[in-house]
């Protein structure tokens, strides 16, 4: 079966950060685009980052640019989303997801994660 999970979130003061960690069972990351969402409470859920299959592709919402990184280690089958001077505003369910193209909108990526959940809060 092939599955993705996250993990790495938790309760972080705002200006503090977290990082998420993606990985996989059942199947190889490094054949997959991914992609990092999020999505809040009555909200929809939106992109924040991506990345393509090799790494040299990566892209952000304009929400996050500057403060979070996407990347990815193929050999340990992980994707990793570091998150600094987080903000109330990022406080979300984080999920990521694999597809075929590295992009932020969530088309086109066919398997997805349960999430973890970040919160942001003094």
């Known amino acids: 079966q092939l599955q993705l999970v996250e993990s790495g979130g938790g309760l972080v003061q705002p200006g503090g950060s977290l990082r998420l960690s993606c990985t996989a069972s059942?199947?190889?990351?490094?054949?997959?685009?991914i992609g990092w969402f999020r999505q809040a409470p009555g909200s929809e859920r939106e992109g924040v980052a991506c990345?393509?299959?090799?790494?040299?592709?990566?892209n952000y919402a304009g929400s996050v640019k500057g403060r979070f990184t996407i990347s990815r280690d193929n050999a340990k089958n992980t994707v990793t989303l570091e998150m600094n001077n987080l903000k109330p505003e990022d406080t979300a369910v984080y999920y990521c997801?694999?597809?075929?193209?590295?992009?932020?909108?969530?088309?086109?990526?066919?398997?997805w994660g349960q999430g973890t959940q970040v919160t942001v809060s003094s």
């Open positions: 997801a694999a597809g075929f193209i590295a992009t932020i909108y969530l088309a086109g990526y066919e398997h």
């Open positions: 059942g199947f190889t990351l490094d054949v997959y685009s």
């Open positions: 990345i393509s299959r090799t790494g040299s592709i990566t």
